[in-house]
């Protein structure tokens, strides 16, 4: 409904109007701001995303950086420890180089004076016979001297001398009644006696020695022949 207004003056009833809307017709420049507005809201996530375009290239760049220094990091802790251990496989070969230089050397003097001193003991043996026949030798040149007195110092000097030899394994071997054997006698000639088995040594030449077992010099001898058989 619309309410009746009163004029107070003139005393005259007027009906209210309704309000009217002015449409006005956009002008130029308006249309031109809206189309401005309208291409900045369509070029909003555009050039947002041309602006992120850097910085993700930069973050692309530093992750691969960061994973180059984490791979060149490995790589040296890797060569560092390999360095390491050549080093201490080329100590341990140095050693055992030298350890071994020294045993050579070391075997080098034991066989050297095995060479020239293995006789040492031997050597110091004789000079007590050596004294011996010194001693009988100057006994015989006194006036007073007997030839049983020369013979008996004869007999203890070769007593010294068997007795040297047995201290060094050196045996000696050979004696008549001995059987005849061609690994330790060598049969000089052959001779007849009734009275001594047939093929035993019945005389001593020159007895042989022996080292540690193993003959040095056969024993030489004269062998008894063997008797003929009476069938013959």
């Known amino acids: 409904m ?8 003139v005393g005259v009833v007027v009906a209210p109007t309704r309000a009217r809307v002015v449409r006005c017709r956009p002008t130029f420049h308006s249309i ?9 809201n369509n070029e909003g996530p555009a050039a947002e ?65 095995a060479r020239e001193y293995s006789v040492q003991k031997f050597a110091k043996s004789m000079l007590e016979v050596s004294d011996s026949l010194g001693y009988a030798l ?43 054997d061609p690994s330790m006698h060598e049969a000089l000639f052959e001779f007849d006696d009734p009275d001594k088995d047939p093929s035993t040594v019945g005389q001593v030449l020159k007895t042989g020695f022996a080292l540690h077992g193993r003959v040095i010099r056969a024993a030489q001898v004269g062998v008894i022949k063997a008797r003929p058989s009476s069938a013959d």
Not at 2 to 9: G, H, T, Y
Not at 32 to 40: D, G, P, V, W, Y
């Open 2 to 9: 619309l309410a009746l207004r009163v004029l107070p003056r």
């Open 32 to 40: 031109t701001a809206r189309r401005n507005l309208s291409s900045t």
């Open 49 to 113: 995303s041309e602006s992120e375009q850097p910085v993700k290239e930069e973050a692309a760049a530093k992750e691969k950086a960061t994973e180059e220094e984490a791979a060149a990091a490995a790589a040296a802790a890797e060569l560092a420890a390999a360095l390491s251990e050549r080093d201490e496989y080329k100590d341990k070969w140095m050693r055992t180089m030298a350890e071994m230089e020294n045993m050579r050397k070391i075997k080098e003097r034991d066989v050297a004076n």
């Open 138 to 180: 100057t006994a015989s040149e006194k006036d007073d001297a007997s030839l049983a007195s020369l013979v008996e110092g004869v007999g203890l000097t070769r007593t010294q001398l068997v007795k040297a030899f047995n201290e060094h394994g050196l045996s000696e071997f050979g004696e008549v009644g001995d059987k005849f």
